[in-house]
């Protein structure tokens, strides 16, 4: 049910949801197809989530999640955007680009087919050129 819960926080990033979309979500993962059973594990769920900060109230009905931000490596907090960015590269020499998560290290070099994982040495070049 919490994997559930969480989907649904997922789903709805910043935008404000009710219990009942959380109720209908779980309703059929419960065997005994009990709405009023159902009623009581959505409100708890909402309850714990709200207790350890994951989500406020929004007006009279709604709840909204806790903006999150994430860590970088360096120790430097970002705010995480309300909706999903896309980031554009348009080049004719796509192999030159090496991109590198911050938050996890992860680098990943150009291909003609799009992004892919660096290896070591890509990696290691990318290094180089940074100073």
Do not use: N
Not at 72 to 82: F, K
Request: with cysteine.
């Amino acid at each position: 049910m919490r994997t559930a819960f969480a989907s649904l926080l997922d789903r709805v990033g910043a935008s404000p949801f009710r219990r009942q979309d959380l109720h209908a979500l779980i309703y059929p993962l419960t065997k005994s197809r009990d709405r009023e059973r159902t009623s009581v594990i959505a409100d708890g769920l909402i309850r714990e989530a709200a207790k350890a900060g994951k989500v406020v109230r929004h007006g009279h009905l709604h709840w909204v999640k806790v903006q999150s931000g994430r860590t970088l490596r360096s120790g430097r907090e970002v705010p995480e955007q309300r909706e999903v960015c896309e980031l554009k590269l348009s080049t004719r020499v796509p192999s030159k680009w090496v991109a590198v998560d911050m938050e996890t290290g992860e680098a990943w070099v150009g291909t003609p087919g799009g992004w892919a994982r660096a290896t070591r040495e890509r990696a290691a070049e990318a290094v180089k050129c940074l100073g």
